[in-house]
């Protein structure tokens, strides 16, 4: 989780190399830029995944209302859940 530029670098060879990213990879990605307070970087999760094509699931969303917590970001995590919500999915107890 320190070391922000070495899992980017391992991120961007594995998609240059044509990987497979599921939604795991992605809740990684917002956990460690939740632990760094980036909002910026949890926002580019949420746009490399639209760009991919990768749906996100409860985990990845989760991972993502945390970071936002912890970003200080509270009304992007209000829109957030409000997406989960309209996507079809149920939050839980950790949601």
């Known amino acids: 989780m320190g070391n922000v530029e070495g899992v980017l670098s ?3 060879r594995g998609r240059a190399n044509g990987w497979k990213l599921d939604p795991n990879a992605f809740s990684i ?3 460690m830029f939740g632990e760094a307070g980036d909002y910026d970087g949890i ?3 949420l746009q490399e995944m639209a ?3 990768v749906q996100p699931n409860l ?3 989760n991972t993502l209302l ?3 917590g912890k970003a200080r970001k509270p009304g992007l995590a209000r829109s957030l859940f ?3 919500v309209g996507s079809g999915l149920k ?3 950790k949601t």
């Open 10 to 12: 391992l991120y961007e």
């Open 29 to 31: 990605l917002g956990k």
């Open 43 to 45: 926002r580019y999760v």
């Open 51 to 53: 760009a991919l094509g």
């Open 59 to 61: 985990v990845v969303y």
């Open 66 to 68: 945390e970071a936002m």
């Open 82 to 84: 409000e997406e989960i």
């Open 91 to 93: 939050p839980n107890e």
